[in-house]
């Protein structure tokens, strides 16, 4: 099959990669993803299914990533890949030039449910991670989880059970379990997407806030065009199924940012022009599989 | 007509003060406290179990039926009395009691961790669920005979069907529980990098203790049966033995009694299991 790729880096969206104006970030990508492919098996038969293909991608340290598509693009599974859950078969999926051997305490999953263990407390949730790692003691460990609690606003509920908490304050102990582990690499798979829009656009702020505080390198998938303009230096538009990534957007404002960037004619600008490449590809494939099915 | 001393008013005082009272009379309330374990669920609770001995006793005084068919309440307490001067109760609730608590403990010893690697490992689901479904839908009770003709009249053939009795519903609340464990969690811990052993002590054992305590309390009523139904069918020693000889001899006051402790053995057991329930669920959100 012809491939059509029609893939401009750095879609003339505000000049020059923040990262190339602060030397210190520059050194080397910390994740590199080269014409990655991932398939999975169809159920009941000996198929299989692409659900990425010629998916290229780079990532350095400091940076925050949101990678758009259309439903069933493939973009969960390209972070799936990268947390170690699921096998690339084809491709180079490289973090600081090593393959991924599978999930590790290095990269840290925040998944669109909370999914905390309703048996421990919030504290207790936080200082899961560590405990699994075993390379903290456990004095220690409390006393991190607390820093982080503050960090996240939560400091008064450290006693308390998940059942207990809102869906906002839930997703906030989500983000500070996986901050616990000191992660390089933070992987967010929609995890805004079940709370309220005002709590949603608090907690986005927020996240903002966090990240610049503990300098994550972020990894974040959405669906809300809106959203990743807000969060990222760079957006990254997938095709459907099989997903690659047809365009990247700079993000030109320095974070952290604050709600009035919204409503700016700017924001809303940037917004049309990820959605305009969003929709193009997706009636682009459509008119691709009408094509190949009249033929 | 005076509030103070009226029923009602005496009614609307258990009541717990945030139920709407307003100002003054929970001022009242206040001036004349009743002591905090006199809730309104005891007081209910005991003037309805009350109520219903003194209509037994009021039924048996009336000799509908002889006292040889239907004793009263005093009968089986004099019956209770008659028991505890002798000194073959002692026997006879050393040898049940043993029965019931060893048959249990190697329930719960055995049930949990194969519950727990069925719920777990689908294989070993596939391989014992032939046997457990045959197990479980088959009386258990009707292994009985066999029991006895392989281990005697003695106490291991009682402890083995104790031990059949309450086996099953301890292996099947925990299968069950670990099979309905959230997956999101055992996500969690895996993108953690958790070792199997700490994915099982962290994630699948503490999620499964509302099934296990569930299934342990089913298997206390089950283990009683066992008890019951195995002392009856040979034995030298037991309450169920006790209670089947003072039936074939008309000493219906004393099957009573027989009864009562049955009944008080299952409900301390129950009562001691929920507590522990309790205190392992304090994270679950509280339905009463």
Not at chain 2, 257 to 285: K, N
Request: hydrophobic share 45%.
């Amino acid at each position: 099959m012809l491939s059509t790729r029609s893939r401009h880096t750095s879609g003339g969206q505000g000049g020059e990669p923040l990262g190339a104006s602060d030397p210190t970030r520059r050194a080397t990508a910390h994740l590199t993803a080269q014409r990655v492919l991932i398939e999975y098996p169809k159920p009941g038969s000996t198929d299989v299914t692409t659900a990425v293909q010629d998916c290229d991608l780079t990532i350095e340290r400091g940076d925050f990533v949101c990678l758009v598509g259309p439903s069933g693009c493939g973009k969960t599974t390209l972070l799936n890949a990268i947390a170690g859950f699921v096998p690339i078969a084809g491709g180079t999926l490289q973090l600081d030039e090593h393959d991924i051997p599978g999930p590790g305490p290095d990269r840290a999953m925040v998944f669109q449910q909370p999914n905390l263990l309703p048996w421990r407390t919030v504290l207790a949730n936080i200082t899961y991670g560590l405990e699994l790692s075993r390379t903290m003691k456990k004095a220690e460990a409390r006393q991190r989880a607390t820093g982080l609690l503050e960090l996240v606003g939560l400091a008064d509920v450290a006693g308390q059970y998940p059942a207990q908490l809102s869906g906002g304050m839930q997703a906030r102990v989500n983000l500070a379990r996986a901050l616990a582990v000191d992660p390089e690499l933070l992987l967010l798979d929609e995890p805004f997407a079940a709370i309220d829009a005002q709590t949603r656009e608090v907690m986005q702020a927020e996240l903002l806030r966090i990240c610049a505080a503990k300098d994550v390198t972020a990894v974040f998938v959405t669906h809300d065009i809106n959203e990743a303009a807000f969060l990222a230096d760079r957006v990254c538009v997938f095709s459907p199924r099989p997903g690659r990534i047809v365009q990247e957007f700079q993000v030109p404002w320095e974070r952290p940012r604050n709600h009035e960037l919204r409503r700016t004619p700017e924001f809303t600008k940037l917004c049309d022009e990820i959605a305009g490449t969003l929709y193009g590809a997706i009636a682009e494939a459509r008119e691709q599989q009408t094509e190949g099915s009249n033929r | 007509m005076s509030a103070t001393s009226s029923p009602q008013a005496a009614a609307r005082r258990q009541e717990p003060p945030e139920a709407g009272h307003t100002g003054p009379r929970r001022a009242r309330a206040a001036r004349r406290r009743w002591p905090s374990w006199l809730t309104e669920q005891r007081v209910v609770a005991t003037t309805a179990v009350v109520a219903a001995l003194v209509a037994w006793q009021l039924v048996a005084l009336a000799r509908v039926k002889p006292a040889l068919i239907l004793p009263g309440p005093t009968d089986v307490i004099g019956a209770f009395k008659s028991l505890f001067s002798a000194s073959a109760i002692w026997t006879d609730l050393w040898t049940s009691g043993e029965e019931l608590l060893v048959g249990l403990l190697l329930a719960t010893v055995l049930g949990l961790p194969v519950g727990l690697l069925i719920g777990w490992y689908r294989r070993v689901s596939y391989a014992l669920n032939p046997f457990v479904n045959f197990l479980y839908a088959t009386p258990r009770i009707a292994l009985t005979p066999l029991l006895i003709i392989w281990l005697g009249i003695g106490s291991s053939s009682k402890i083995a069907i104790v031990f059949l009795m309450a086996f099953f519903p301890i292996l099947i609340n925990t299968a069950q529980g670990v099979q309905a464990l959230e997956q999101g969690a055992v996500r969690v811990a895996r993108c953690f990098g958790a070792s199997d052993l700490q994915l099982f002590s962290t994630v699948a054992l503490p999620g499964t203790v509302p099934f296990i305590a569930s299934g342990l309390r089913l298997a206390v009523g089950q283990a009683l049966i066992g008890v019951f139904v195995a002392e009856l069918s040979g034995a030298q020693h037991g309450i169920g033995l006790m209670m089947s000889t003072a039936g074939q001899q008309f000493q219906t006051a004393k099957v009573f009694a027989g009864l009562f402790i049955f009944a008080f053995a299952g409900v301390s057991l129950t009562a001691l299991l929920r507590r522990v329930e309790r205190h392992f669920a304090a994270w679950r959100p509280s339905t009463h």
